[in-house]
């Protein structure tokens, strides 16, 4: 489990293009377009009980707009940001409202001047950077006091590590190699503490794995494709994937 941290393969986004919203039952894409269908509802149904309607909010690492979009068409007003050129132009081509505004940004220093938005998301993100408490720090400073951020990412553990890493490249063919770094995974008291430094109030957890006993979890293992029926769900271990949201305290 000793990977370094420098092989993290980012890359691989670049050509996704219309795999990010269909096709691609042999890559991991397929995985995260599931974990969307759960943590989407859950981000704007966590905006509308904490913050209301029509809130500015940035998507930091949005790739091809799956939770961008979707709050958009509920009357967000929303900017995205991501590296990725190429995902970032299908993004726009996907984008509905034709409001979003996309930009091409890095998420360890965004151009944003402070206290911008309400809300902030960080999706699949902090594990695929070096320096995740500069992103967390970049999403403090960009935030409203009264700001909510949201994230999602993973434990650094032996369970996660089999179960992220290993079954993935086991039962997905098209896994790309170094997707995902061991040492880039974030124990969640690592997390908070980075989050309460700034100045976030002590988050609110809650863990998102697959439901391994449903039938299309037993047809990827036998089949080695993610079917449109997979499912992930919240549960209240935090061993593997793990969301939250945290509130930014005013001064």
Same mark, same amino acid.
Request: glycine share 6%.
């Given at each position: 489990?000793?990977?370094?941290? @420098?092989?993290?393969?980012? #890359?691989?986004?670049?050509?996704?293009?219309?795999?990010?919203?269909?096709? !691609?039952?042999?890559?991991?894409?397929?995985?995260? *377009?599931?974990?969307?269908?759960?943590?989407?509802?859950?981000?704007?149904?966590?905006?509308?009980?904490?913050?209301?309607?029509?809130? +500015?909010?940035?998507?930091?690492?949005? #790739?091809?707009?799956?939770?961008?979009?979707?709050? @958009?068409?509920? #009357? +967000?007003?929303?900017?995205?940001?991501? =590296?990725?050129?190429?995902?970032? %132009?299908?993004?726009?081509? %996907?984008?509905?409202?034709?409001?979003? *505004?996309?930009?091409?940004?890095?998420?360890?220093?965004?151009?944003?001047?402070?206290?911008?938005?309400?809300?902030?998301?960080?999706?699949?993100?902090?594990?695929?950077?070096?320096?995740?408490?500069?992103?967390?720090?970049?999403?403090? %400073?960009?935030?409203?006091?009264?700001?909510? &951020?949201? &994230?999602?990412?993973?434990? *650094?553990?032996? =369970?996660?590590?089999?179960?992220?890493?290993?079954?993935?490249?086991?039962?997905?063919?098209?896994?790309?190699?170094?997707? +995902?770094?061991?040492?880039? &995974?974030?124990?969640?008291?690592?997390?908070?503490?980075?989050?309460?430094?700034?100045?976030? #109030?002590?988050?609110?957890?809650?863990?998102? *794995?697959?439901?391994?006993? @449903?039938?299309?979890?037993?047809?990827?293992?036998?089949? %080695?494709?993610?079917?449109?029926?997979?499912?992930?769900?919240?549960?209240?271990?935090?061993?593997? !994937?793990?969301?939250?949201?945290?509130?930014?305290?005013?001064?």
């Amino acid at each position: 489990m000793a990977e370094s941290i @420098s092989l993290i393969n980012n #890359g691989f986004y670049d050509h996704l293009n219309s795999l990010w919203y269909e096709g !691609g039952e042999d890559h991991p894409i397929s995985l995260l *377009r599931a974990e969307n269908r759960v943590r989407t509802p859950w981000v704007a149904k966590t905006i509308e009980d904490t913050l209301g309607a029509s809130k +500015h909010v940035l998507d930091v690492g949005c #790739g091809a707009g799956l939770l961008s979009n979707f709050l @958009s068409l509920l #009357g +967000h007003q929303v900017t995205g940001i991501d =590296l990725s050129y190429t995902s970032l %132009r299908y993004a726009k081509e %996907r984008d509905v409202s034709k409001s979003v *505004r996309y930009l091409q940004a890095n998420a360890n220093s965004m151009p944003f001047e402070d206290d911008s938005f309400d809300a902030v998301c960080a999706m699949d993100l902090l594990e695929h950077v070096e320096t995740p408490w500069q992103v967390v720090r970049e999403a403090a %400073r960009v935030l409203k006091p009264g700001g909510v &951020f949201f &994230f999602h990412t993973f434990n *650094r553990n032996l =369970l996660s590590y089999l179960m992220i890493i290993k079954a993935v490249e086991w039962f997905i063919p098209r896994t790309p190699k170094n997707m +995902h770094v061991y040492n880039l &995974f974030i124990k969640p008291e690592e997390l908070q503490k980075a989050m309460m430094d700034v100045g976030f #109030g002590k988050p609110q957890f809650v863990g998102l *794995r697959p439901a391994f006993m @449903s039938r299309a979890t037993w047809r990827m293992v036998l089949k %080695r494709r993610v079917e449109s029926d997979f499912l992930f769900k919240f549960v209240k271990s935090l061993k593997t !994937g793990y969301c939250g949201f945290a509130t930014l305290k005013s001064c």
